[in-house]
């Protein structure tokens, strides 16, 4: 039996829409990765972009467990001497919490070509509105 390759026509695209209200940052990451990956598929290619879109609302009630909350820091390098900056979770919560979300699936996908045209299928939102109704999301929970 052969292993079938997906042509670029036969990947079908749905889009999801995930309301990370009270769900833990790490599961929901894993969720949304997999699903942009396109590992849910049983077409699934590793060197292929087969995932969907997923558009993630409710990004500022995102949940962390334990103290994680108080000692999280997110980091950024300018490539300057001196040039480190550092961000509690709590600013960036408060500043961008759409990073927050969009930093975490980053982490999961790979570090290559194929993982930055993948992360842009992500979209997230801080409230609970997005303007993504056109293409009739289907609501995915965790």
Same mark, same amino acid.
């Given at each position: 039996?052969?292993?079938?390759?997906?042509?670029?026509?036969?990947?079908?695209?749905?889009?999801?829409?995930?309301?990370?209200?009270?769900?833990?940052?790490?599961?929901?990451?894993?969720?949304?990765?997999?699903?942009?990956?396109?590992?849910?598929?049983?077409?699934?290619?590793?060197?292929?972009?087969?995932?969907?879109?997923?558009?993630?609302?409710? &990004?500022? @009630?995102?949940? +962390?467990?334990? $103290?994680?909350?108080?000692? #999280?820091?997110?980091?950024?390098?300018?490539? %300057?001497? /001196?040039?480190?900056?550092?961000?509690?979770?709590?600013?960036?919560?408060?500043?961008?919490?759409?990073?927050?979300?969009?930093? &975490?699936? @980053?982490?999961? +996908?790979?570090? $290559?070509?194929?993982?930055? #045209?993948?992360?842009?299928?992500?979209?997230? %939102?801080? /409230?609970?509105?997005?303007?993504?109704?056109?293409?009739?999301?289907?609501?995915?929970?965790?």
């Amino acid at each position: 039996m052969k292993t079938m390759m997906p042509k670029a026509d036969q990947i079908s695209r749905d889009w999801f829409v995930i309301d990370a209200e009270d769900v833990v940052l790490g599961r929901l990451a894993t969720k949304v990765a997999t699903i942009l990956r396109g590992k849910h598929k049983p077409y699934f290619a590793p060197h292929m972009d087969t995932g969907d879109f997923v558009v993630v609302i409710n &990004a500022e @009630k995102i949940r +962390l467990t334990g $103290n994680k909350d108080l000692q #999280k820091t997110y980091h950024r390098y300018s490539g %300057y001497p /001196g040039g480190l900056t550092e961000i509690s979770y709590k600013r960036m919560l408060q500043e961008k919490p759409e990073e927050i979300i969009t930093h &975490a699936v @980053k982490g999961m +996908l790979p570090k $290559n070509a194929l993982g930055r #045209k993948i992360i842009r299928k992500l979209k997230v %939102y801080a /409230g609970n509105e997005h303007p993504h109704v056109a293409q009739n999301p289907k609501a995915m929970t965790l």
